[in-house]
Structure formats: C-alpha cells, structure tokens
C-alpha cells in the first residue's frame, strides 16, 4: 500500500522560508514522476513542481521559479520542497503527489493525472 505522508509546514511571514517533507513508503520516489501540488481556499488544486524519474525538474506554476526547489533523498524515500521568499499569496494546503505510471512533463498538471497523495500540510504566510 503506497502512503505518501508530508510535514514541514506552518505560518510564516511574508519572505519566511520553509521545507515541506514528503516521506513515501510503499512506493520508491524514483520509481515515477513525483510533485507538489498546492490548494488555496475556494481554489482548485493546482501543480507546482515536478521531477521526474532522472531527477529533471520542472515547474507547472512559473509563479514560484526561483523561489521554490523540489529534490529528494533516494536513501531516505523522501521528497522535499524547499520555499524562499514566500508570499501571501503561497498560502494554501500542499499536497505530494506521486503518479503510478510511465509519463512525466508540464502537460500532466492536473489532479487526475497523479495516483497517490498525501494528506496534506498547511502554509500560511502573513503579510
């Protein structure tokens, strides 16, 4: 059974920083493309940021290039999001998300396109 569990996130200020955790177990995070995925209130779930198998990443919104990274630690199966210079508008629960198959790339953003996910973690950054 593939769990998907995330931690790390919190209340901030405006420019804070924070990482986001996302500790798999039952899937290996290289086994597929894997990404963070953000849902701010009255909003639909949107990407963020994607890597693939090879560790190419990628970003769905262009909102947060240049401030937030995603990588992971194969020996630890854990997926991380590093965040910079958050705003207010970053605000939202995020979400990992983890596809079952072959496919990695900007053109699958949306929710059905990723099989697992976790449970969430709430940022909330204060102006």
């Known amino acids: 059974q593939v769990q998907l569990v995330e931690s790390g996130g919190g209340s901030v200020q405006a420019g804070g920083s924070l990482r986001l955790s996302c500790v798999a177990s039952?899937?290996?995070?290289?086994?597929?493309?894997m990404a963070w995925f953000r849902q701010a209130p009255g909003k639909e779930r949107e990407g963020v940021v994607f890597i693939s198998p090879s560790g190419a990443a990628a970003y769905f919104d262009a909102s947060v290039k240049g401030r937030f990274t995603i990588s992971r630690d194969n020996s630890k199966n854990t997926l991380y999001l590093q965040m910079i210079s958050l705003k207010p508008e970053d605000t939202a629960m995020y979400y990992c998300?983890?596809?079952?198959?072959?496919?990695?790339?900007?053109?699958?953003?949306?929710?059905?396109?990723?099989?697992?996910w976790g449970q969430g973690t709430q940022v909330t950054v204060s102006s």
């Open positions: 998300a983890a596809r079952a198959g072959p496919g990695c790339g900007v053109w699958y953003n949306s929710r059905t396109d990723f099989h697992y």
């Open positions: 039952g899937y290996t995070v290289t086994t597929a493309c």
